[in-house]
């Protein structure tokens, strides 16, 4: 079971700015814990990000043939990318849409996400919590198949 | 710690109608799935459901004194339901809202939840499993306060 | 052959309250004709009238299994509750959408119906007479089937 | 009692096209069903079909003095046309809409009628059923008066 | 004279939450200011709340016969229930809309009021002011009739 | 001077229809004034009407020969058609648009004109003085040419 | 205790024109009612019309110093005028916004009141009695403090 | 018979500034050639220019008691100013629209007139000559009562 | 393989009238070069042009039976029928959109094409040359068949 | 080289009210500062104010005779006064748009200007300093010239 | 005649995935024959792709030194990229659109070219030979010149 | 004193094309007037440009650490990036949003600002000068500090 985590522009700067939003734990302690909680279900990770939105669309495209299920917080291009949403669907991969923060509760342009509707589901909300859960639906996404 | 499931209108028939967007799993199945995993995680659950707004307004009234975190499928009323919004809000319940289906995929009317904005988090498109992960996540957000 | 009809909020002040819009029948004269009109073509029929939206969910739910066609005038509802539409939808029954007054023709928030398209058709406009098309057009259903 | 059917654009080819939403029948069909049922109730019908849009305006107008009631498939035009509502409009006949499919469940473009506000009422969804329908509802109207 | 005085969904909550945005009188104690100051007017007072949209229904329908004049908070329902709004015309009562907060400050969907338009007047934002405003002007509405 | 006046869809049934709205007075008795008015300042008239918007654009495609100015009372294409619109601009004639009817005090899909864009000038309200006043206007233009 | 009335453009017609709107009292008549209740209450008001926004805006921003509760009736500006609504702010006297009129139910223009926000409450819809409960408000509001 | 003609803000400029969109003719010129034929027609006629939204509201009031026919050019007032139509509405003055240029086909804000509404007729884009004819159809309006 | 050109409201006037969007070349001239570009490919070709969106209907209907593809510019249509649209879909002939200005670099009310989703492809902006890339696209779309 | 700088409404007030939207300084030491800023210039600078939109209108139809460039504040009438932009537009004065605050973090009425798109050039955001460099801007605009 | 065609995100993906929509051709196989037929008509051609929009502006901006056409599917930029549309205006190189899938039939959101407007031409939903249809649009529009 | 500048795509291409829109000097000679006028404010400046919307994101980022204020034309980013406003709202650095065209008065997708509402203010219009001036902004919101 191989699970690719895709994390979009800004989120390399966790942790260090607006903790009132997105919390204190960096992505690199997101990684940690997410690594540690997919050993326990028997499941490799590997954790990328990038600011470029081309270069996402190459890494999901590539993802298809080396992964079982996609893990994807795009940040600000969640609203912005039909590049993404086309990739995501091209892929063919089961794909799990997350964020930390509530995005419904916040500025009226983050409600809507264009790469929800090609998603299996979405975890919105949680902080940290959101990738934990999101490697125990990828988990189960797996065993159903 | 206790958590109470509300589910809102039609969610009785599950396992019955339409299991191409809902699944086959009952409503009693998802309950006992979710008393089970409860159990393992040291949390007792409720499990309610009804088709009345007024009713699932008045649940969330009473549910303050009595539960911890409130995991909320409100169905059709995540809608249209500023009743059941404005209850969350004054309930001051930690509230997950989870649905089966990936409400992003389906008719436009169904993207937009007046609920999320005063939810913590939102879990969506998973199945039962949704239910699961809404647990998990309720558990970790007592433990946190 | 066994067709409900289901009467939404403010229906049971029929013939009593604004003749000018709907006419100065009651409902309950209007349930004699049907009646009548039914035994004609060996049709039974149930008459309900609700003003819980809720109430009119579970007896769409119920009338499956005991019904052939369901004839709805969810009046206000017809304009606002997407949970009749599941309703309507879960329960699989062929479904005609009524209405006594022509809603085109009046305020624009009653133009459009979100139960309309989960129905196979709708006959607006005639006044009682709306329900005794109903019946033709139910009984041509069955027949069908 | 006379009443006249008018038929708007494409109507011509029903029965020989896209049979999936506009059934089999074609409109010489349907001309016979309906003149037998009003001959049943001692009515008189005329039938005409026009792809012209100005052409369906001059027949309302010419209807107004040889006709009780006009039943009127616009078609395409229902959603398109002030020219033939203004035509049903300053006719002064009782006019009752048809339509074979449920335009509420179709491209959003349809959901609208430009003629209903003017029309008596309106009948959709029902297939060739429509017309009879529209038929019992004509008679009834000139009754009335 | 008679007045009767309906409350929405979560009014019953009124002094125990959200004390900055409804103040901290609870919905027992403004009856009891209501009931006082309408005993100075010569009136009585009658007061009612309900979570359910169509219980409000129901209780406007029956004011009609032993009322003179109805005062209403529909709270959240105001801005989503078209039922209400019917019930309100249907009813023929003198209707007085009151908010203890100004609506108009509030989120956007609130701004909008689906009963205003059939009511007589509107009193909002003087949190139980209002409710004491509206007798007075009752009253004055009887005294005109 | 040669001045063309075409008249749109229903405008036939000038004076004998709705005459709360467009008056008593016929088409031929316009046309009657029109042609003495016009006289007296030693302008020809020709008055055509047709409910089909192509003959109405073929006529304006025909009139840039033989005319100085088009006076144009598209009536309900007005709203609607960009072919009539397209025929104005490609004749090159100096086009005033007329109304009867005061359309901006009718119904909202009445207040915009497509075609008033590429016309010089617009009269409307006046009944049918809006004609004389059109031919006035229309000397006047060829005059300053 | 000092409250200022300010009028709106065109209220200094009140009583001779339109009185089916706006009903048959003057504007003084108003005033004098006005003077009178607050007497009873021991408070002062003064009264001024006009139908300058700038000079509105002005007498707005004069108040603060003079006064304590501004009744503002900006009639038509009510619906146009940031401005007001930038000056009301800005004085920081609390301001009850009250109309003659149901705003409500009339032209869709007149719905949206760009000074609400930044009122404390707004009276509408009760003619004359809206400006003798908004003294009874005001001195509320005054007792408060 | 007298006529009054109000000018809106900046049309004290024509004539010397945007002589593409305005023409090179003065308001002075104008009111010449006004007050020429308006003497033909043995009618008088008094001209007004103000910048001020409220003193043309004023000036409205004040024609009614003066004069049997508004003719109202309210240049940017027109799509802005609810104030100045209610002046027209509450005067009871048959009152004409005139605009030089042709609004329909500038920019889109000026497309729409609020004041339109509440007139008998509108007359735009003929330049000076917009004048010329508002006084024969203001003697016909006065005539015809 | 035979192929129909047919051609909406105003391209009769190709070549005469605005030349700056439209270019110099006449109808007959192209038809002439198609004619001469399709026997090089052994295709047959039939040109046709109308005002009446009637007769276009007609003329759409009629070419399934005797053509392999239909090549359709309907002008001003292109924007307004869904009557073409509808003949289109129901003659099931592939079908190809063109355009000789790029309608998207025009008006916004061009941008749209209600016939586009029912057609197999479009080639707009090129002038004359779209029509020629038609053939050679229509051609292709029979080698497949 | 002259300089105008015209402020709109409630500006007088700055200084003493809502200090942390408009900051602490007053309009007369803006004065000052603008004053001796251009002084180094060589600029001569006059400063006014006014509440009233048509005073504000009348002093750009003056500026454009006795000034060099126009720096306009307008304030709230920014984003209601078409006549503004009119008088701007005529007065053909090159014209920058001040603002103290950042009306783009404010709002939603607040981002648009209708002003903006007959002016040269904006400056917004910076407080007091917006006019400073609006100085620097006019006479590098003069020196271009 | 030199003729570059540049590829958006995803395209790289063709013939591989989601053949339904796009075809089983690969972009290889397309650059192969859009080759050899350049060659036919005396052409070259460079094919390139990018998932990075910024890369695709700079390959645009360089295309203007070296290139006659540029031929741009920018895939799901097309709609989304106005630094896309900037960069085809600023080249001044002629461009033509293509799509291999007719955009026109899909989601609303791919309806919408934000670089059409700036292109001479527009050919979609050919599949791959809109691409070939390019080379002789491309190769006309440089003989042209 | 440190401040970048960074610009968006196409800026590059400055003073070789579209120079009616943004003007004759390069961005070379920008950089080099913000250089000396830096220097003569004792501030030193760093000036980049990409045309990659990630790359943009990386140096807004790494800006926080080495300079004071952040100058940026995100050029056709500006109406499209929430990345970028994420990564200012991230940086914390004091931002002024520069523009060298007016885009108020362009197309209409340029008028709203993605970024605006997280920058302090914006400077827009002036051409190159609207860099100088945001130097000695920069310098002031230093010094402020």
């Given at each position: ?6 994390n979009g522009p800004n989120l390399n700067l966790l ?7 997105y919390?204190?734990?960096?992505l690199?302690?997101i ?18 990000q990038?600011n ?21 917080n795009?940040a ?24 930390l ?45």
């Amino acid at each position: 079971m191989k699970i690719i985590f895709l994390n979009g522009p800004n989120l390399n700067l966790l942790g260090t700015r607006e903790p009132d939003i997105y919390g204190q734990t960096t992505l690199a302690q997101i990684e940690k814990s997410v690594t540690e909680r997919a050993a326990m279900l028997e499941a490799q990770v590997e954790f990328r990000q990038s600011n470029l939105e081309g270069e996402l669309v190459t890494w999901i495209q590539q993802a298809r043939e080396r992964f079982d299920v996609l893990v994807l917080n795009a940040a600000a291009y969640t609203h912005t990318s039909i590049a993404i949403r086309d990739a995501v669907a091209a892929s063919g991969l089961p794909t799990i849409e997350v964020h930390l923060s509530n995005i419904h509760a916040r500025e009226k342009f983050r409600h809507q996400s264009l790469i929800a509707p090609v998603c299996c589901g979405q975890i919105v909300g949680f902080g940290p919590l959101s990738y934990l859960l999101a490697i125990e639906a990828a988990v189960s996404l797996i065993a159903k198949k």
